[in-house]
């Protein structure tokens, strides 16, 4: 079922005082940890999902998999698993296997329960409380790994019925969880199928968050055909970061039989704002949806287009996957650097200077950065501004207040940019569009 994004009702602004009552909590050294919207590895630095979701349950012995996704530059897989309810049940020495796997191919593993599937209107599906007894059962196998494994309690624990248990099934399988002794970091997943058309996880979060004692949860939206322009994207995922709720994209495609996602925005989006991110799915898809396959018979010198798209496009893994720190590498900045050289700025004098550079493009779309220099003297606020001369248009923007005109656009500092000593510098990103050509504008910058 496909819904239309509306405007938020007043649900959550009233939760984001709950979250924000919390503050940050304690770093949990001995794994996983959130605080501020964002996930933290065990040594404390901040980690972004680059991945995709590999179907173990139902080809086990596709074990090679877990190399191959490493080798085109993943860090995170998303591990497909059954406790026996639907389809065959993966064991404890199984599930062990599994991790062993993504720790010898330096991996996060995010193991998730598929048998909850569907629950209210899907024949068969388990209900959460149902997955909890599966995680509790496999309690001995998941001590100890809480610096490489992230339990999602169970995959679109929710269809499109009889969903309104949502947060209230969530945040009792979390108190399960804690007291059978798992100190992982959680995620759950969105009801309606994963995509959540009715708000249900985006209203509800931060009570289910508040459920946590460990306040360790990461939630995660599944896109596909509800999401298919970037304001329901960048709206959706834009209410998590405000309230500081951590979100991933768990499951996302570029094509599916409810609609076509947006996936161009999706990985521009996630890139630009520190969201991570899981493909949906290495290989093995049958049932009408083979086109979501990334690799043609589990073959990685065999990628689809789709798998093209994620690995090696814009904003894909090759691009912007930094692999965890807890295996022992020095990681990189979180940051990419740029694939083309930055633009000349010639040194500040006075007032201000601003440059603009196309960070990343694809057809009919590309992502902008404008950088804001203070020149020898402190400013308290800035304005910058451009003509488009090949038509290019705005589509959204993040830090900064920005408003278009026919081809003019002007962009304004926020509360929070507009300050800047001698030298420094702030900067500001936007998505766009365009046909045919896409160059360079000048840019003039006035300082207040």
């Known amino acids: 079922m496909k819904t239309r994004l509306s405007a938020a009702g007043a649900t959550l602004l009233a939760l984001l005082v709950t979250v924000l009552a919390f503050g940050q909590p304690a770093h949990a050294a001995a794994g996983f940890s959130v605080a501020g919207g964002k996930l933290y590895d065990a040594n404390g630095a901040e980690f972004i999902m680059r991945g995709v979701n590999h179907a173990h349950t139902w080809y086990p012995q596709q074990t090679s998999s877990f190399a191959d996704v490493k080798a085109l530059g993943a860090n995170t897989v998303r591990v497909v698993l059954s406790s026996g309810d639907r389809w065959t049940r993966n064991t404890s020495a199984d599930v062990a296997n599994v991790i062993s796997l993504c720790k010898a191919n330096r991996l996060i593993c995010v193991l998730e329960v598929h048998d909850t599937t569907g629950y209210g209107e899907q024949s068969g599906a388990i209900t959460l409380d149902r997955a909890v007894d599966y995680w509790l059962s496999l309690a001995d196998v998941l001590s100890g ?46 009801p309606n199928w994963g995509q959540d058309w009715s708000f249900t996880m985006r209203d509800n979060a931060a009570s289910v968050f508040a459920a946590d004692p460990a306040r360790n949860i990461v939630f995660s939206i599944h896109m596909y055909g509800v999401f298919d322009t970037a304001a329901e994207i960048s709206d959706y995922l834009g209410r998590f970061r405000s309230a500081g709720l951590p979100i991933v994209v768990g499951e996302f495609g570029f094509n599916h039989s409810d609609g076509n996602p947006d996936e161009d925005t999706i990985l521009a989006y996630s890139q630009a704002n520190g969201i991570g991110w899981l493909g949906w799915s290495w290989s093995g898809n049958g049932g009408g949806v083979e086109y979501l396959d990334l690799a043609t018979n589990f073959n990685p010198a065999s990628l689809t287009d789709w798998g093209q798209r994620l690995f090696n496009g814009a904003n894909g893994i090759r691009q912007t996957a930094r692999e965890a720190s807890v295996f022992g590498g020095t990681p990189p900045p979180t940051t990419p650097p740029p694939t083309t050289p930055p633009p000349t700025t010639p040194p500040p004098t006075g007032g201000c200077t601003a440059t603009y550079t196309v960070t990343n493009q694809w057809q009919g779309g590309f992502q902008g950065e404008v950088r804001v220099t ?54 500001f990103g936007f998505l766009g569009s365009w046909t045919g050509t896409n160059s360079l504008p000048a840019v003039s910058c006035t300082a207040s």
């Open 374 to 427: 203070a020149g020898a003297r402190a400013i308290t606020g800035w304005t910058a501004g451009w003509a488009f001369a090949n038509g290019q248009r705005v589509t959204q923007s993040w830090n900064v207040g920005l408003t278009s005109s026919g081809t003019t656009v002007t962009a304004r500092n926020t509360d929070y940019n507009g300050r800047l000593a001698a030298g420094a510098s702030a900067s």
């Open 145 to 190: 790994q809480e610096r490489y494994v992230i339990v999602n309690i169970g995959n679109e624990p929710y269809g499109n019925q009889n969903y309104a248990s949502w947060a209230t099934d969530n945040a009792n399988a979390i108190k399960r969880l804690r007291a059978g002794g798992l100190t992982h970091t959680i995620m759950v997943d969105a």
